[in-house]
């Protein structure tokens, strides 16, 4: 096996070695897990399940705060909820006077598969958790999301709009000040 290309490295770590891959590899890992199961169980994507999650814990709720919960776009959760529309599993109404806006509500049967999914779920979470450092891991992790964070407050801001499509070629152009 060759070994990975040194250009690519954090700091004095290789990249394949780093935090960002690992914990990339492992929230990968982790999801397919879940999908895993719930897909042969259930029907239903782990993406899915953690928008029934969240209207089982805080109930109904408009969809910019599902999305602000999962740390995911409105329109995504828009996608997400269609589907469980479809199943049954949520009822979705109009604000009044908001009209794009629609406050999502577990169905009876939506509260029904989150209780019969949670049991099987815990346990492969239980298994992937197997003899992890909880607070050690936690501490870390916090550390990472404040420099994270940090980061994303030192780099300059660059306007959506000026990212080029994935099908582009051009390159982004700096924002006018």
């Known amino acids: 096996m060759t070994s990975f290309d040194p ?10 070695d780093s935090t960002f891959y690992k914990l990339g ?16 169980h259930h029907g239903l994507r782990y993406s899915s399940f953690l928008v ?3 209207l089982r814990t805080k109930g109904p709720c408009p969809q910019h705060v599902i999305a602000e919960s999962l740390g995911v776009s409105r329109p995504s959760i828009t996608q997400r909820i269609a589907p ?3 199943r049954g599993l949520v009822h979705g109404e109009r ?4 009209p794009r806006s ?4 577990l169905t009876d049967s939506g509260r029904d598969l989150i209780d019969a999914a949670w049991p099987g779920l815990e346990k ?9 450092d909880h607070s050690f891991l936690t501490e870390q992790l916090d550390l990472l999301i ?17 990212l080029p499509r994935q099908d582009e070629g051009t390159t982004p152009q700096p924002a006018s000040a």
Do not use: C, W
Not at 7 to 16: A, I, L, M, P, S
Not at 95 to 98: K, L, N
């Open 25 to 40: 590899r492992a929230t990968q890992l982790i999801t397919h897990v879940a999908d895993t199961y719930l897909q042969a």
């Open 124 to 132: 492969a979470f239980v298994t992937v958790d197997e003899d992890v």
């Open 84 to 86: 469980l529309m479809e």
């Open 146 to 162: 404040a420099n994270a964070e940090r980061a994303l407050e030192e780099l300059p801001a660059v306007p959506v709009a000026s």
């Open 102 to 105: 629609i406050v999502a509500s």
């Open 95 to 98: 604000q009044p006077g908001v």
């Open 7 to 16: 250009y690519f490295r954090v700091g004095t770590v290789e990249f394949k």
């Open 52 to 54: 029934l999650l969240i």
